[in-house]
């Protein structure tokens, strides 16, 4: 069985849990799109790692992929690395393949980032700031360095000198210090040096794991709304983070995935700018006081609201979601009535999938169907039977109202804190 498992909501769905979850059954876990804006949190055995580019299968030991379709800071990687290995994970380079035809994210593509966000003013989206737009930028733009191009230090160079024209321009219009290309280079050089035994070809190794039957996992990062083409734009990241990105982001054919599982928090979170209809300060504070729904990335508290199957129902769709993934369903335990969004009201019609025209964002009023809570600790429910009714009730109508079957439900951070229907 080959299964990306995909973010339906905003990112931070609890797709790190899952895919660890998951990791225990599988050969090799592979990202494929995104880069170190992805924070993806594993409790295991009491100890807690979050991870930005290396695929969460690596705590379990198994062989991890890094693909064409993630843009690659070589300097976060390498510490992120390190801050591993210093946790005691091994990372030898048989163990994470790093593709080498994925581009790589420079210092001059995080200036970029933070010009743009500056000169964006009120509008802006609100991005990790780790240059990740740039650099798909230059990627689409047919401009960008490869960890291939890194073989001769003298191309890299030239292609460097090349780049930073024009983005010396840019930051000079923005009045921000321009760079130098031997600064970048050497900026970046150790981090290359360092991850060079990594890099490879890896199209061959994931077809031969696929062709011998191997289970292979595909790390989604961001979420379903966060897709350049599917989601709230302009208020997005820069790649697909939709399941179609698994495959082009790693060179695995569409026909050798066997299944789709979306990840959907119980209610909804978002971090960053943008449109989010359900958002509800009461149900932010009821979180961020118990210390939760805090970003893993940039720390930054996350903007909270009920769940909202409109978002939902469509994910299912774009995703092409075999099995949904319930997590923090424990978020909702003290809770005394439930509110879920079935529907959007926009200028007096009613919408049961989201706009792509932006200007209806603002004007949507979501209709709201209340379920009662089940105001009973779930924490240590192992089975889906033993769920409180309430409980169980509240994922049926997610079924009904989304098209999907729940699969997995996540009651709690640890990876034993999870329930298999
Ligand atoms: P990802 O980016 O999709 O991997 O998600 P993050 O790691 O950024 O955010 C999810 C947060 O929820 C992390 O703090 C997880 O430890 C936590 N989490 C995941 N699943 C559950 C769950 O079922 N219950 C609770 N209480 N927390 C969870
Ligand atoms: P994981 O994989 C949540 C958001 C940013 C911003 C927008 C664009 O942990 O779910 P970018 O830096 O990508 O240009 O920012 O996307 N964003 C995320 N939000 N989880 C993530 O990843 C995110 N990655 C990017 O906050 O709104
Ligand atoms: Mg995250």
Known sequence: MNTIICGLQWGDEGKGKIVDFLTEEADLVVRGQGGNNAGHTVIAKGQKYVLHLIPSGILWGKQCVI???VVLDPVGLCQEIESLESEGVKISPDQLLISDRAHVVLPYHRELDAARELSLGDKKIGTTKRGIGPSYADKANRIGLRLADFRDPAKAKELISLRLEEANRTLAYHELPTFEMETVYTEIEAAIDRLRPHFANVIPIIHNSWKKNEVILFEGAQGTFLDIDFGTYPYVTSSNTTSGGACTGSGCPPHAIDRVVGVCKAYTTRVGSGPFPTQ?????????????????????????GWLDTVLIRYAVMVNGVTDL??????GL???????????YEINGEIHEFPPADRDYWDVINPIYQEMPGWQENTTSCRSYDNLPQAAQNYLARIEELTGAPVKYVG?????????IR
């Open 280 to 304: 509800n300060d009461e149900i932010a504070e009821f979180f961020h006081s118990r210390g939760m729904e805090f970003g893993a990335t940039t720390g930054r508290p996350r903007r909270c």
């Open 333 to 343: 335990d003290e809770r005394e009535t439930i509110k879920i969004c079935v529907g």
């Open 411 to 419: 009651v709690g951070p640890d990876r034993e804190q999870t329930i």
């Open 67 to 69: 693909g064409n379709g």
């Open 325 to 330: 993934a319930i997590t923090i369903l424990d």
